[in-house]
């Protein structure tokens, strides 16, 4: 058996809705995330540079460049 016979435009189409069903589902819990470590930031108070801030921002990035692909998809 071909792997090009098994998968058909229709398997195709639902492994990309699953995904991006898969990839909101992430995308809400990354920025749950993000805000819960924003709030932990203001309870801990971080002398000096707000490291938890830092990992929270670079984490709004990669989950922006997610949506931007999940859209694009």
Known sequence: M???EFFT???IEFIKIIVIIIGLVHL???FILVFQTFRMN???KTSGFPVFNLIAIAYIAVLL???ILI???
């Open 28 to 30: 809400l819990a990354g």
């Open 9 to 11: 435009p229709e398997i």
């Open 42 to 44: 203001r309870i801990i």
């Open 71 to 73: 859209i694009t998809a």
């Open 65 to 67: 460049a997610t949506l």
């Open 2 to 4: 071909i792997v090009s």
